[in-house]
């Protein structure tokens, strides 16, 4: 705006308004002056609009670019694509290259049958039969880490831990990292001969042809600093593309000429030599990776190695144009150090903001001509009183042009205000009064100054009532977001206004519920604008997956503040490539997955999960919702939305957070290179798939059970612990050779057979044989089944049977007692005993235990098992004894053999009472012989037992007891008569009848006991029986108590 055209455009209004009422419009007509000082103030307001911004931002002495993002925030970017991940590698203290290539697979891969809509992970069929078809998952990487020289083994595996942190920091929606390897050196020996030219340095050369041939094999990307990158020619937008380093800025074309050598051809080595100053030819060559076996053409370090120059056996020949030779041995040469990275110098420093003082306004007043009497010399003192009003009434004419203007520049100086996001300024109207200059004697028309801004303010306020500075302050943040190409839709306040007559009218004012929506949206904006750089930059990031619970990622906070959230609307992003096949799906007989969504489900795709209620409930929030998140998807991701109800948002939140945990937790361990646990990974994993819809999953068929073979008591129910078990899944027990499974053998009802996350027990039949079973899981669906055999079978052995019946082929101890298998037996002294068993096990042995007569333990001989009834013996017995039942076999031979005692019930051991009688075949004489002193007759018995009492009975002979001339027989036993005794008894023998011997002894009532009673010893035994003065007939009683008093 110029001043003529100003003036111009001022006549050409003034002619058209008063037509002919005004026609004397020359410079000297007081009008044309008014609007000619006017005109010249206007100049003057669009000369400060023009002002740089910076300057206008710096009012008053302000940070022009506290409100402004700088460049290294704003134009750089998290990852995006592979280059960008190896700058981001590079970065890291200790890598010298690094390399991300795309994962194509190993071992295993996954193939689709396309007609029995399943997902199977096998081993590579290369090529595989038809129908199926190979699918390769996208979106997965390899990275591969060359460290620097100096690191050991352990600190390439502690790099390579944080590598892995710091990818899945920068994570992109929907991509992952399958492996990453710190390789391995592999050195390389090189043998070359060098044809030079003449040369002053020659040690010079030889270092050069080392050194260029150690950065050929194993070539390190350098770092550049931004005054370098500044001084090629680039731009701002160009120097800081891609993401922000730490240590400087890598150029696209050293990390082309940083590729990765697999295989080290000879002729780059040769073209490498050929380029140093003073080469003419490189006559020979050779390379080698032990010194036995050379290569002259090329040589292979290997999939997971990386080549390093191996100095100290490397050998170069320097020959000269006369024939002679230098020997320039590597390591003779010191290794030239680690060229120094450059450091990030700091973000760019923008030219400064000058303070121009935008707010202050001179009037008008001060520069119209003095004839008018209304500047700073005003009329003088002879001025008649009608002058004095008429210059009054000019300056209060014209003070509305100047508060006008002046107030103009008070929006103009409160650009920073207006455009700002950091702060909870909400007003749009800015006001200012004219400065009260004595000289023009302003408060003569407008009041007291103080007055005078306060009504000001009350006027400016008046326009800010209701809704319209929150519109204005919309309107504002509108203007920046569009400046970013972003739009943040007010689709919330309108649903909050619906929703505040339907409902706040009850409750409350509706319209304070519409200008609390505006507020909240107007704080998203302001929110999404001083985080625009996270919020751009990490618009395609993922969350980081070594921590589920930490900070959300940078396309969840997108979508949050792009739909003006609250802090309890929540929403859950599953990206399909974390559900993918892991170790130990290949061990499924079973398909991964059958009905899947698509027959990639894994790559490039993930699904948002809300819960139905609330704003989600509301059919246009839906729509709005779906927009968004196609507009905000990155464009080669395909997104699915799904909505559930309450109680399917808690099932699927509950699932989701425990499969983000285990998978965090096993991703931990894998960058700690430790032992990882996949099956509680893969199990959450199903059922996140199952809970989304995305295909139904069979149950996992390498869960645990009890161990391979398990030993139950007989008739005693196997019990099998399935560990942990899968949430949802039905388990049930079979015999192995059942393949048609019709005779589930679990007992209990069927919520017992229900997996629930944890250990789940299973009862099955009492065994009473050798059994092997197997467990059929199966998950429901709604219309169809899924089942799986889980591979671990158990073999159940039967323990021992110690209940079966016993007992002792013998009589009764007493037969007054019931005859029972515990009942004591009574037995004669050294006869066989034998014990029969009602029962038997097969491969079990048997034997019997008692006490012998030395008091020790003893085992009869094993008797094996036949399923049937067998017997025991002992094949002498002489005491009274408690004879044990003991069963053995051997389970496992590295445990050796097992046994146990036969029990009654209640768990004790089973004894079986034998009674035996006194040895009554023990030698018994008289001594002194049969003719006995009269005054003192003692008996002696060989050999008596020390569980035996012994007493003597005697009986006075007649006549009639005597037998002449018999013949010996049971019924007597004859006496040899003393040589002293010859004279008087014609015969040497005398035969008596014998005395009854009933058992048990009863006392015949001619016989009385003579002596003491007295216990046997185990040795001889002598029994005094006093005197006895007539012929005798003696009997010797033995008595034994067996297990009762009495008996």
């Known amino acids: 705006m110029d001043f003529t055209s100003l003036r111009r455009k001022g006549i050409s209004a003034l ?13 000297h007509d007081p009008g044309i002056t008014i609007l000619e ?49 190896r700058r981001l590698v590079l970065d890291i203290e200790g890598v010298k290259n690094a390399w991300i290539e795309t994962f194509e697979g190993d071992e295993f891969a996954l193939y689709h049958h396309p007609y029995k809509r399943e997902l199977r992970f096998y081993p590579r069929l290369p090529p595989p039969p038809s129908p199926l078809q190979e699918i390769p998952l996208k979106g997965l990487y390899r990275v591969l880490i060359d460290a620097e020289d100096t690191l050991e083994r352990a600190e390439r595996l502690a790099l390579a831990g944080r590598v892995a942190r710091r990818l899945h920091e920068n994570r992109s929606l929907c991509e992952d990292f399958e492996q990453i390897v710190a390789l391995e050196p592999q050195l390389v020996r090189v043998e070359a001969t060098v044809e030079i030219g003449p040369l002053d340095d020659i040690d010079r050369l030889g270092r050069a042809i080392v050194d260029v041939l150690a950065e050929t094999i194993s070539p390190h990307v350098p770092f ?23 240590r400087g800025f890598i150029e696209n074309e050293a990390l082309d000429r940083a590729t990765r050598r697999v295989v080290i051809h ?63 041995r590597a390591a003779n040469i010191q290794e030239e150090p680690a060229p120094t990275r450059a450091q990030y110098s700091g973000t760019v420093e923008p ?46 004419y014209l003070m509305f042009f100047d508060q006008l203007m002046a107030d103009y520049l008070a929006q103009l100086g409160h650009m920073r205000d207006l455009f700002a996001y950091d702060g909870e300024e909400t007003r749009t109207y800015f006001t200012q009064a004219i400065s009260d200059d004595p000289g023009l004697d302003l408060s003569a028309v407008r009041g007291p100054l103080k007055e005078h801004e306060e009504f000001l303010q009350k006027l400016a306020a008046s326009h800010e009532a209701g809704d319209l500075p929150l519109e204005r302050k919309h309107r504002f943040l509108n203007h920046l977001l569009a400046r970013f190409s972003e739009v943040l839709d007010d689709l919330g306040v309108s649903q909050t206004e619906a929703r505040g007559h339907a409902a706040d009218s009850q409750r409350g004012d509706p319209a304070e519920t519409l200008a609390r929506a505006k507020r909240m949206l107007a704080q998203g904006k302001q929110a999404f604008l001083r985080d625009y750089p996270n919020l751009s930059g990490a618009r395609g990031t993922a969350f980081n997956s070594l921590e589920p619970g930490g900070a959300l990622s940078g396309f969840a906070r997108r979508l949050r503040l792009k739909l003006g959230l609250t802090e309890g609307e929540t929403f859950l992003i599953v990206e399909h490539i974390l559900l993918r096949p892991i170790k130990g799906d290949d061990a499924q007989d079973v398909p991964l997955v059958s009905e899947p969504l698509r027959g990639d489900p894994y790559s490039l795709q993930l699904t948002i999960v809300f819960p139905a209620e609330g704003r989600f409930a509301d059919a246009e929030f839906k729509k709005r919702v779906e927009q968004v998140l196609r507009a905000e998807t990155p464009a080669h991701l395909s997104p699915y939305v799904r909505w559930m109800s309450a109680a399917d948002w808690e099932t699927f939140k509950e699932a989701y957070d425990a499969w983000a945990q285990k998978l965090g937790a096993n991703l931990i361990k894998k960058v700690n290179f430790s032992d990882a646990e996949h099956l509680p ?42 560990s942990p078990s899968q949430k949802g899944v039905f388990y049930e027990l079979f015999d192995l050779n059942d393949n048609a499974f019709e005779h589930p053998l679990s007992q209990g009802a069927p919520e017992d057979k229900l997996g629930n996350g944890a250990t789940l027990v299973l009862t ?19 219309e169809n089944d899924r089942s799986a055999v889980l591979s671990r079978t158990v073999f159940v052995q039967v323990g021992f049977d110690t209940s079966i019946g016993a007992y002792i082929d013998a009589p009764l101890l007493n037969e007054g007692l019931p005859k029972t298998d515990l009942a004591p037996r009574l037995v004669d002294y050294g006869s066989a005993v034998t014990v029969r068993l009602a029962d038997s096990q097969k491969k079990a042995d048997y034997q019997l235990v008692y006490t012998g007569p030395d008091g020790l333990f003893v085992r009869t001989p094993m008797v094996p098992g036949t399923g049937e009834a067998i017997a025991l013996s002992i094949p002498m017995i002489e005491e009274d004894t408690e004879i044990r039942i003991l069963v053995s076999r051997i389970f496992d031979p590295a445990v050796g053999r097992e046994d146990d005692f036969f029990k009654v019930e209640g768990g004790a051991e089973r004894r079986l009472p034998l009674a035996v009688r006194a040895r009554p075949d023990l030698d018994v004489s008289i001594v002194g012989g049969a003719l006995a002193d009269p005054s003192g007759v003692s008996v002696r018995i060989t050999g008596s037992q020390a569980s035996v009492v012994y007493s003597a009975y005697v009986r006075t002979l007649g006549d009639d007891d005597f037998v002449i001339n018999s013949a010996p027989g049971p019924d007597v036993f004859e006496i040899d008569v003393p040589a002293a005794l010859a004279l008087e008894i014609p015969m040497h023998k005398v035969w008596v009848k014998r005395p009854p011997q009933p058992l048990p002894f009863d006392e015949p009532g001619e016989y009385a006991q003579k002596g003491e009673m007295k216990p046997g010893s185990g040795g001889d035994l002598t029994l005094s029986l006093g005197p006895i003065l007539e012929d005798s007939a003696l009997v010797v009683r033995a008595h034994k108590d067996h297990f009762a008093p009495g008996s």
């Open 351 to 396: 030219p400064p903001g000058r303070d121009r003082n935008v707010l202050k306004y001179t009037p008008v007043e001060k520069h119209f001509p003095a004839l008018y009497g209304i500047g700073e010399l005003g009329l003088p003192i002879s001025a008649p009183p009608d002058r004095r009003a008429k210059a009054k009434q000019l300056k209060a």
């Open 15 to 27: 002619e058209r308004m008063t037509g002919e009422q005004w026609t004397d419009l020359n410079v």
């Open 764 to 782: 099955g039949p009492a065994i009473t044989e050798e059994r092997t079973f197997q467990v059929r899981a199966t998950k429901r669906f709604s």
């Open 681 to 722: 990974v893969r199990d959450a994993r199903d059922r996140v798939i199952d809970l989304l819809g995305l295909g139904e999953t069979y149950p996992l068929e390498d869960v645990e059970v009890t161990g391979r073979e398990l030993t139950v008591d007989f008739e005693t129910p196997a019990t099998f612990e399935i």
């Open 224 to 246: 550049t600093s931004l005054d370098e990158m500044l001084k090629s020619g680039r731009s701002l937008d160009e120097i800081f593309d891609g993401p922000r380093l730490a």
């Open 266 to 328: 000879a002729s780059d080595l040769v073209r490498a030599i050929k380029n140093i100053e003073g080469v003419r030819a490189v006559s020979r060559i050779r390379m080698s990776k032990d010194g036995v076996t050379w290569q002259g053409w090329s040589l292979e370090t290997g999939r997971d190695n990386v080549g390093k120059l191996d100095r100290i056996n490397s050998k170069i020949t320097l020959r000269r144009e006369d024939g002679k030779k230098v020997v320039v």
């Open 37 to 85: 000082q006017l005109c010249y103030a206007l100049t003057d307001l669009a000369y400060r609009t023009e002002y740089q911004i910076p300057d206008l931002l710096a009012d008053g002495g302000a940070d022009p670019y506290s409100s402004l993002h700088p460049p290294a925030e704003i134009l750089t970017s998290r990852p995006v694509t592979p280059d960008d991940l």
